[in-house]
Protein backbone atom coordinates (compact mmCIF):
# COMPACT_ATOMS: atom_id res chain seq x y z
CA UNK A 1 0.00 0.00 0.00
CA UNK A 2 1.82 3.35 -1.08
CA UNK A 3 4.97 3.11 0.38
CA UNK A 4 4.33 0.25 2.94
CA UNK A 5 4.36 -3.48 2.15
CA UNK A 6 2.85 -6.23 4.47
CA UNK A 7 3.95 -9.65 4.16
CA UNK A 8 2.37 -12.70 6.33
CA UNK A 9 4.80 -16.12 6.11
CA UNK A 10 4.61 -19.26 7.93
CA UNK A 11 7.30 -21.36 8.83
CA UNK A 12 7.52 -24.88 9.63
CA UNK A 13 8.91 -26.20 13.05
CA UNK A 14 12.25 -26.55 13.28
CA UNK A 15 13.18 -24.48 10.52
CA UNK A 16 16.08 -22.27 10.01
CA UNK A 17 15.99 -19.15 7.57
CA UNK A 18 19.94 -18.35 7.28
CA UNK A 19 21.88 -14.83 7.51
CA UNK A 20 20.41 -12.59 5.22
CA UNK A 21 19.27 -9.09 5.36
CA UNK A 22 16.09 -6.28 3.74
CA UNK A 23 16.73 -3.28 1.48
CA UNK A 24 14.19 -1.43 3.82
CA UNK A 25 13.46 -0.82 7.25
CA UNK A 26 10.38 -3.28 8.79
CA UNK A 27 8.58 -4.67 11.76
CA UNK A 28 7.96 -7.81 12.35
CA UNK A 29 4.91 -8.61 14.31
CA UNK A 30 4.97 -12.19 15.83
CA UNK A 31 1.79 -13.47 15.60
CA UNK A 32 2.04 -17.32 16.14
CA UNK A 33 4.88 -19.56 17.20
CA UNK A 34 8.36 -18.61 18.57
CA UNK A 35 12.12 -18.16 17.07
CA UNK A 36 15.36 -17.52 18.09
CA UNK A 37 16.96 -14.34 16.34
CA UNK A 38 20.95 -14.26 15.91
CA UNK A 39 21.82 -10.86 14.26
CA UNK A 40 25.21 -8.48 15.06
CA UNK A 41 24.04 -7.23 18.40
CA UNK A 42 23.63 -10.73 19.80
CA UNK A 43 20.63 -13.20 19.76
CA UNK A 44 17.15 -13.19 21.75
CA UNK A 45 13.89 -14.88 21.54
CA UNK A 46 11.11 -14.03 20.09
CA UNK A 47 7.49 -15.42 21.32
CA UNK A 48 3.82 -14.74 19.94
CA UNK A 49 2.68 -11.36 20.44
CA UNK A 50 5.72 -9.58 20.34
CA UNK A 51 7.26 -6.79 17.38
CA UNK A 52 10.84 -6.45 16.37
CA UNK A 53 12.79 -4.20 14.71
CA UNK A 54 15.00 -4.23 11.58
CA UNK A 55 17.02 -1.40 9.96
CA UNK A 56 17.67 -1.29 6.20
CA UNK A 57 20.87 -3.79 5.38
CA UNK A 58 20.63 -5.70 8.83
CA UNK A 59 22.07 -8.84 8.49
CA UNK A 60 20.52 -11.71 10.89
CA UNK A 61 19.36 -15.36 10.64
CA UNK A 62 16.62 -17.27 12.44
CA UNK A 63 15.46 -20.71 14.12
CA UNK A 64 11.94 -21.24 14.50
CA UNK A 65 11.13 -23.24 17.44
CA UNK A 66 9.56 -26.71 17.66
CA UNK A 67 5.84 -25.22 17.09
CA UNK A 68 7.59 -23.49 13.71
CA UNK A 69 5.93 -19.42 13.30
CA UNK A 70 3.84 -17.01 11.86
CA UNK A 71 5.11 -13.61 11.12
CA UNK A 72 3.97 -10.62 10.15
CA UNK A 73 5.89 -8.18 8.33
CA UNK A 74 5.49 -4.41 7.86
CA UNK A 75 8.24 -3.02 5.56
CA UNK A 76 8.72 0.73 5.53
CA UNK A 77 9.69 2.82 2.90
CA UNK A 78 13.16 4.61 2.12
CA UNK A 79 11.79 7.74 3.10
CA UNK A 80 11.49 7.20 6.39
CA UNK A 81 14.47 6.78 8.17
CA UNK A 82 14.18 5.25 11.82
CA UNK A 83 17.45 5.76 13.10
CA UNK A 84 17.70 2.60 15.57
CA UNK A 85 19.80 -0.69 15.69
CA UNK A 86 18.17 -3.71 15.54
CA UNK A 87 15.58 -5.05 18.75
CA UNK A 88 12.23 -4.92 20.20
CA UNK A 89 9.73 -2.58 20.45
CA UNK A 90 7.50 -2.09 23.38
CA UNK A 91 4.58 0.55 24.17
CA UNK A 92 1.35 1.22 21.20
CA UNK A 93 2.95 0.34 18.43
CA UNK A 94 2.63 -3.46 19.80
CA UNK A 95 -1.02 -2.54 19.31
CA UNK A 96 -0.87 -0.80 16.05
CA UNK A 97 0.93 -3.90 14.47
CA UNK A 98 -1.24 -5.99 15.83
CA UNK A 99 -4.30 -4.09 13.79
CA UNK A 100 -2.29 -4.03 11.14
CA UNK A 101 -2.44 -8.16 10.86
CA UNK A 102 -5.96 -8.18 11.78
CA UNK A 103 -7.05 -5.41 8.66
CA UNK A 104 -4.46 -7.42 6.48
CA UNK A 105 -6.66 -10.76 7.29
CA UNK A 106 -9.83 -8.81 6.91
CA UNK A 107 -8.95 -6.42 3.70
CA UNK A 108 -11.50 -4.32 2.25
CA UNK A 109 -12.19 -0.99 0.45
CA UNK A 110 -10.98 0.90 3.43
CA UNK A 111 -7.90 -0.96 4.13
CA UNK A 112 -5.77 1.11 2.26
CA UNK A 113 -5.93 4.34 4.36
CA UNK A 114 -6.17 2.23 7.14
CA UNK A 115 -2.85 0.64 6.69
CA UNK A 116 -1.37 4.02 6.02
CA UNK A 117 -2.97 5.60 9.38
CA UNK A 118 -1.98 2.29 11.80
CA UNK A 119 1.35 2.18 10.08
CA UNK A 120 2.00 6.26 10.45
CA UNK A 121 0.81 5.74 14.17
CA UNK A 122 3.10 2.61 14.70
CA UNK A 123 6.30 4.51 13.52
CA UNK A 124 5.22 7.46 15.86
CA UNK A 125 4.41 5.10 18.87
CA UNK A 126 7.38 3.03 18.35
CA UNK A 127 9.54 2.42 22.01
CA UNK A 128 12.81 0.79 21.40
CA UNK A 129 14.21 -2.11 24.06
CA UNK A 130 17.61 -2.98 24.99
CA UNK A 131 18.38 0.14 26.76
CA UNK A 132 17.56 2.66 24.02
CA UNK A 133 16.13 5.61 25.18
CA UNK A 134 12.04 5.98 24.70
CA UNK A 135 12.54 9.39 23.11
CA UNK A 136 15.33 9.14 20.67
CA UNK A 137 13.50 5.67 19.30
CA UNK A 138 10.79 8.05 17.90
CA UNK A 139 10.72 8.88 13.85
CA UNK A 140 12.59 11.58 14.10
CA UNK A 141 12.00 12.89 10.40
CA UNK A 142 8.05 13.48 11.88
CA UNK A 143 8.19 16.29 14.29
CA UNK A 144 4.84 17.26 15.94
CA UNK A 145 3.63 19.78 13.68
CA UNK A 146 0.24 21.62 14.73
CA UNK A 147 -2.06 21.92 11.51
CA UNK A 148 -5.45 24.56 11.84
CA UNK A 149 -8.59 23.16 12.33
CA UNK A 150 -9.31 24.20 8.74
CA UNK A 151 -6.80 22.61 6.99
CA UNK A 152 -7.89 19.12 8.93
CA UNK A 153 -11.81 19.64 8.69
CA UNK A 154 -11.28 20.02 4.28
CA UNK A 155 -9.13 16.82 4.91
CA UNK A 156 -12.10 15.17 7.30
CA UNK A 157 -14.82 16.65 4.23
CA UNK A 158 -13.11 14.69 1.70
CA UNK A 159 -13.07 11.59 3.62
CA UNK A 160 -16.85 11.82 4.37
CA UNK A 161 -17.65 12.64 0.71
CA UNK A 162 -16.68 8.87 -0.55
CA UNK A 163 -15.51 6.73 2.72
CA UNK A 164 -16.39 3.84 0.53
CA UNK A 165 -13.52 5.06 -1.89
CA UNK A 166 -11.15 7.40 0.54
CA UNK A 167 -8.13 9.41 -0.74
CA UNK A 168 -4.41 8.07 0.34
CA UNK A 169 -3.40 9.37 3.96
CA UNK A 170 -0.16 10.00 1.65
CA UNK A 171 -2.45 12.07 -0.60
CA UNK A 172 -4.31 14.10 2.37
CA UNK A 173 -0.90 15.22 3.98
CA UNK A 174 0.37 16.34 0.58
CA UNK A 175 -2.20 18.54 0.42
CA UNK A 176 -2.36 19.99 3.88
CA UNK A 177 1.95 20.44 3.33
CA UNK A 178 3.20 17.90 5.92
CA UNK A 179 4.48 14.36 6.59
CA UNK A 180 2.35 11.42 6.45
CA UNK A 181 3.02 11.04 9.97
CA UNK A 182 3.20 14.35 11.12
CA UNK A 183 -0.37 14.33 9.17
CA UNK A 184 -1.73 11.46 11.46
CA UNK A 185 -0.96 12.69 14.53
CA UNK A 186 -2.70 16.05 13.84
CA UNK A 187 -5.67 14.39 12.62
CA UNK A 188 -5.83 12.01 15.74
CA UNK A 189 -5.28 14.97 18.03
CA UNK A 190 -8.48 17.32 15.92
CA UNK A 191 -11.15 14.09 15.91
CA UNK A 192 -9.80 12.03 18.75
CA UNK A 193 -9.10 8.69 16.09
CA UNK A 194 -6.89 7.82 13.30
CA UNK A 195 -7.88 8.17 9.79
CA UNK A 196 -8.42 5.12 9.34
CA UNK A 197 -11.12 4.46 12.30
CA UNK A 198 -12.79 8.23 11.34
CA UNK A 199 -13.33 6.35 8.18
CA UNK A 200 -14.74 3.78 9.75
CA UNK A 201 -17.16 5.20 11.28
CA UNK A 202 -18.44 7.20 8.73
CA UNK A 203 -19.09 3.51 6.56
CA UNK A 204 -20.86 2.62 10.13
CA UNK A 205 -22.90 5.50 9.74
CA UNK A 206 -23.94 4.57 6.06
CA UNK A 207 -24.62 1.24 6.92
CA UNK A 208 -26.72 2.51 9.51
CA UNK A 209 -28.77 4.33 7.32
CA UNK A 210 -29.42 1.90 4.82
CA UNK A 211 -30.48 -0.63 7.42
CA UNK A 212 -33.35 1.73 8.30
CA UNK A 213 -34.30 3.40 5.14
CA UNK A 214 -34.07 0.58 2.87
CA UNK A 215 -34.93 -3.66 2.40
CA UNK A 216 -31.49 -4.22 0.87
CA UNK A 217 -30.40 -7.52 2.80
CA UNK A 218 -27.00 -6.99 4.95
CA UNK A 219 -25.04 -8.58 3.02
CA UNK A 220 -26.12 -6.21 0.06
CA UNK A 221 -25.27 -3.53 1.78
CA UNK A 222 -21.79 -5.14 2.94
CA UNK A 223 -20.90 -5.45 -0.15
CA UNK A 224 -22.36 -1.75 -1.59
CA UNK A 225 -20.34 -0.46 1.53
CA UNK A 226 -16.69 -2.36 0.08
CA UNK A 227 -16.29 -4.65 3.42
CA UNK A 228 -15.29 -7.91 2.83
CA UNK A 229 -18.22 -9.81 3.54
CA UNK A 230 -21.52 -9.99 5.79
CA UNK A 231 -19.37 -11.20 8.36
CA UNK A 232 -16.60 -8.27 8.27
CA UNK A 233 -19.57 -5.88 8.71
CA UNK A 234 -21.20 -7.48 11.43
CA UNK A 235 -18.20 -7.30 13.11
CA UNK A 236 -16.98 -3.73 12.43
CA UNK A 237 -20.69 -2.66 12.90
CA UNK A 238 -21.01 -4.23 16.56
CA UNK A 239 -17.66 -3.30 17.50
CA UNK A 240 -19.13 0.35 16.64
CA UNK A 241 -22.71 0.38 17.92
CA UNK A 242 -23.07 -2.83 20.61
CA UNK A 243 -25.48 -3.83 17.57
CA UNK A 244 -25.68 -6.49 15.09
CA UNK A 245 -26.98 -5.32 11.59
CA UNK A 246 -29.65 -7.34 11.87
CA UNK A 247 -30.27 -6.35 15.47
CA UNK A 248 -30.07 -2.98 15.01
CA UNK A 249 -33.01 -2.89 12.11
CA UNK A 250 -35.13 -4.88 14.33
CA UNK A 251 -34.91 -2.30 17.04
CA UNK A 252 -35.24 0.71 15.04
CA UNK A 253 -38.30 -0.83 13.00
CA UNK A 254 -40.04 -2.07 15.99
Known amino acids: MGAVTLTLSDYDPGFTVPSHAHARPYFCYVSAGDFREHGVGGSYAAS ?30 ASVDIARDAGVVRGRAVRYAAEL ?27 FAHGLDVDRGRERAAPSVRRAPAELARAA ?21 ISVIAFARAFRRQYGAGVGAFVRAERVKLARSELVKSRKTVSAIAAELGFA ?14 WTPAAFRRAMLA
Open 229 to 242: DQAHLTRVFREATG
Open 157 to 177: ERLREDPCNPPSLELLANESG
Open 101 to 127: HREMRAWDAASAVVVEGLTAALVARAE
Open 48 to 77: RGMLLFHPATDTHADEFGAAGGRCFNIEIG
